[in-house]
């Protein structure tokens, strides 16, 4: 089968020139976790949005990279079954603000904020652990997230 992706903008923001290089990324990184069927949507969206979504679902008053919520949901159509795998946000505003903590650059970052995402999307989780500079992840999501991103190192968003 295949998997469905699609990508949209927080209202009244600009789509970056790498916009329509997100959806091919996006499948290729499903793809390469053995997803199949899925559909999930992505809004590239800024920190005053992400902040507000983090509040609401979470009860934290501060923006974040990166925010997944899982649906679950099934249903048929003509094509076959699919799961609603759920919702990214990402935040462009904190896209840079981590790729110089990181010491990459965007595409790199980018890359990882949507696996990130995905993983989160189908159930799995790292609980406290996050990555960090120069520490190698112990859990089983972030060494299944940095696997996958070592697989897809030569692939590009933005170009």
């Given at each position: ?41 992505i ?5 005053e949005y ?39 946000a ?7 603000v981590?790729a ?14 949507l696996?990130?995402g ?10 406290e ?5 120069g ?25």
């Amino acid at each position: 089968m295949a998997n469905r992706i699609l990508v949209s903008m927080y209202e009244g923001m600009e789509p970056p020139a790498w916009f329509d290089n997100l959806e091919d990324f996006a499948r290729t990184a499903l793809n390469a976790l053995g997803y199949d069927g899925e559909e999930i949507s992505i809004l590239l969206c800024n920190d005053e949005y992400i902040r507000q979504l983090n509040n609401s679902y979470r009860g934290i008053d501060s923006p974040t990279d990166v925010l997944s919520f899982e649906n679950d949901e099934e249903y048929d159509d003509e094509e076959g079954h699919w799961k609603c795998a759920g919702d990214i946000a990402i935040s462009l505003d904190m896209l840079p603000v981590n790729a110089r903590y990181f010491e990459v650059d965007s595409d790199s970052e980018l890359k990882r904020l949507l696996v990130h995402g995905i993983l989160h999307l189908n159930g799995l989780d790292h609980g406290e652990e996050h990555i960090e500079k120069g520490i190698e992840p112990s859990c089983e999501m972030l060494k299944i997230q940095e696997e996958v991103l070592l697989k897809l190192k030569d692939e590009k968003i933005i170009k």
